[in-house]
């Protein structure tokens, strides 16, 4: 809840083998984490969650956040006027095996502020950034959907009305060296 805190002086990992594990930043609550934080590490480590909901609830992560590092199915949800500030974001990892993960962000006031590199579906398929219903993921570095040669149907959707998403990248590709990615 408000005034509620965690400060990590490294990476946070949200399951490293195992499945439906969960970090919830609610209600006002802050995490600050440094380095590289992953949710879902290694192969096995399916259907894993991070959700920052609600106003004034904040994540604050130095380096990459990834979502799937080998795994499968892995969620970041940011809701309700939650923000996350990174300094990247891997949607997928660098593994076949990372499918079917997700970032979500909707609703008015939800923010995901990224300083660096976006990457969805580095060699997984499947992988997803939503940002609806008036949210915003806010990117200042490149991005990248579907880098390596089987990262296919990996996807980027924005929809709703004052919903936003930015580049601040010169380097931005919809399919570097896979296929079907949007």
């Known amino acids: 809840g408000s005034g509620s805190s965690w400060a990590n002086f490294g990476g946070i990992t949200v399951s490293l083998a195992n499945l439906f594990n969960q970090l919830l930043i609610t209600n006002g609550g802050t995490v600050v984490s440094v380095g590289t934080s992953t949710i879902g590490s290694n192969a096995g480590a399916n259907s894993n969650l991070v959700m920052v909901t609600g106003t004034g609830s904040l994540w604050t992560n130095s380096g990459v956040i990834q979502v799937g590092n080998q795994a499968a199915f892995n969620t970041v949800m940011i809701a309700n006027s939650g923000t ?9 990892g660098a593994y076949a095996t990372a499918v079917g993960n997700l970032a979500l962000v ?16 580095n060699s997984g398929q499947s992988n997803l950034l939503v940002v609806v219903d008036g949210a915003r ?11 390596a040669a089987g990262a296919s149907n990996n996807l980027v959707a924005v929809s709703g009305t004052n919903t936003l998403w930015t580049s601040g990248g010169v380097t931005c590709y919809l399919g570097l060296n896979g296929s079907w990615n949007q």
């Open 84 to 92: 996350v500030v990174s300094a990247g974001v891997g949607i997928g």
């Open 106 to 121: 909707t609703g008015s006031g939800s923010t995901w502020s990224n300083t660096g590199t976006l990457t969805v579906g």
């Open 137 to 147: 993921f806010v990117g200042a570095s490149s991005f990248i959907v579907g880098s």
